[in-house]
Nanobody
Framework: VQVVESGGGLVQPGGSLSLSCTASGSILNIIGMGWYRQAPGKQRELVAFTTRGGNIDYGDSVKGRFTISRVNAMNTVYLQMNSLKPEDTAAYYC??????????????WGQGTQVTVAA
């Protein structure tokens, strides 16, 4: 199962940016899909994650500013990021988990997309 992100780039503080991520391949189902980020010298952290059952978790630092949405039929998730701060600068990684058509679990990561918040 492959995961490909798009979006990202340079934005000024207070601005908005949108990311998208699509999973493809031998997918039987997607149990969960979402976003993590990693800034230089820091550990990878949760940004937002949604499960097939509709549960959504947000990292504490992005609550109220970021929104994750999912289009199940397209195996796609979106991340709308508003009121961006310089501390949001990081590489953003998409993650998808579930079962493939061989009934085996997968836990796939994208290559990452850079988000830079600077004046």
């Amino acid at each position: 199962v492959q995961v490909v992100e798009s979006g990202g780039g340079l934005v000024q503080p207070g601005g908005s940016l949108s990311l998208s991520c699509t999973a493809s391949g031998s997918i039987l189902n997607i149990i969960g899909m979402g976003w993590y980020r990693q800034a230089p010298g820091k550990q990878r952290e949760l940004v937002a994650f949604t499960t097939r059952g509709g549960n959504i978790d947000y990292g504490d630092s992005v609550k109220g500013r970021f929104t994750i949405s999912r289009v199940n039929a397209m195996n796609t998730v979106y991340l709308q990021m508003n009121s961006l701060k310089p501390e949001d600068t990081a590489a953003y990684y998409c993650n998808a988990r579930g079962y493939d058509t061989n009934r085996k679990t997968y836990d796939s990561w994208g290559q990452g997309t850079q988000v830079t918040v600077a004046a």
